[in-house]
């Protein structure tokens, strides 16, 4: 009978010591929408919560009168709380085409951010069992107009030719703007046509910079300056799971400046240090001919001694590059892109051609309103 005795005891001892005793969230939410639901999302994670997705937990309550909430079993340690109102009740943040939440939104630390989402920012630290008072406020991200944002920039290359050690650059006027299907982030814009947050198909444009002036290197004398111009054309763009990325495009000389295109492909995956989120990438790009032989070949008309024609054809390069945004404070953001593209043994053969890489980039400082 002892024994028999002691078992509920035993049983609960054991219950208790497999339970994970969290912290607890009391939440006070001002701005709430009227309709839906309030979703709250803990996050651990400063990558899962770059672009608001994995969750470490999440739990979904009614709307109330009073505006306070409260999460239990929250992970003791560094986490940062987003709470969303599911006005339309389909269980999910609703995005634009570009993964901006169309939905109100709320940050812990009272953070709005204007670009890309700092894990360091928003988050708190939590002890065991500890109960912490959390004020959040909701806001739409994009507003009534979407966020616009200038600045600088500069955009240039590297000269890959024979004698010459010029670098193009050009310093040119920095616009930002995020909407529900635009995105345009200095010298190239893209337009959303249809599909969803993930996957989507658009039109896209780019400022492509020349590729060199003929008194850069006196084996270029006499071919003519390379002008910059407007590419355009469609794409595919597919954000997958774990801020892994697909971006294809197709682009055409709308100026008719070489009459050419190319056609991109590249995959990137996207990470965030501090205020820094940033994502390496690697791609492979097609050139038609008359793109190829613009920038890299000799035509007839232009053979000289020691600069015999040469026709590239078209042709395939690589490119590995890194993309990255810091965010300097709410407003303040600094934007760079640089890649390297390698140049096939079809361009490092011509006469013109010293490299067998290109540098390239893009840099830009911006305040987002």
């Known amino acids: 009978m002892n024994q028999l005795n002691l ?7 054991l219950l208790m010591a497999g339970r994970a005793w969290g912290a607890e969230l009391e939440v006070r939410v001002q701005n709430a929408p009227t309709t839906g639901a309030l979703v709250f999302q803990i996050y651990d994670n400063p990558d899962a919560f770059g672009d608001f997705r994995s969750p470490r937990s999440e739990s979904r309550q009614a709307i109330n009168t009073d505006g306070v909430y409260r ?11 987003l709470v969303y109102g599911d006005e339309n009740n389909n269980l999910a943040l609703d995005r634009t085409f570009i993964g901006i939440p169309k939905e109100p939104i709320g940050l812990s630390n009272h953070y709005r951010p204007k670009g890309p989402p700092s894990f360091q920012r928003a988050s708190f630290t939590l002890a065991e069992n500890e109960t912490r008072n959390v004020d959040i406020e909701m806001y739409q991200v994009l507003g009534e107009s979407g966020q616009w944002g200038v600045g600088i920039g500069v955009i240039g290359r590297s000269s890959p030719y024979l004698g010459s050690d010029s670098s193009v650059v050009q310093v040119i006027p920095a616009i930002t703007y995020f909407g529900e299907r635009l995105q345009w982030v200095g010298p190239s814009l893209r337009y959303g046509l249809f599909g969803s947050d993930r996957s989507r198909f658009a039109v896209n444009a780019a400022y492509r910079v020349g590729a060199y002036e003929e008194d850069d290197s006196p084996i270029l ?12 054309g469609v794409g595919v763009v597919y954000d997958g799971p774990n801020r892994i990325d697909v971006d294809f495009r197709y682009q055409h000389d709308v100026l008719d400046r070489f009459g050419g295109g190319t056609a991109e492909l590249r995959v990137s995956k996207g990470f965030q240090t501090g205020n820094v989120s940033w994502a390496p990438s690697l791609g492979v790009n097609w050139l038609s001919d008359d793109l190829a032989n613009y920038d890299f ?41 640089v890649n390297t593209e390698y140049l096939g043994n079809d361009i490092a053969d011509s006469p013109i051609v010293d490299d067998d890489y290109v540098l390239k980039g893009f840099a830009a400082i911006t305040y987002t309103f």
């Open 7 to 13: 078992l509920p005891g035993i049983v609960l001892v």
């Open 71 to 81: 999460i239990t079993g929250v992970p003791a340690g560094t986490v940062a709380l």
């Open 221 to 232: 004398v006499g071919l003519g300056d390379r002008d910059s111009t407007l590419m355009a």
């Open 297 to 337: 070949g000799v035509p007839r008309w232009a053979a000289l001694p020691g600069r015999p024609a040469y026709d590239v054809g078209s042709t395939v390069t690589a490119e590995v590059g890194v993309g990255g945004i810091l965010e300097i404070n709410e407003h303040w953001r600094l934007v760079l892109d």
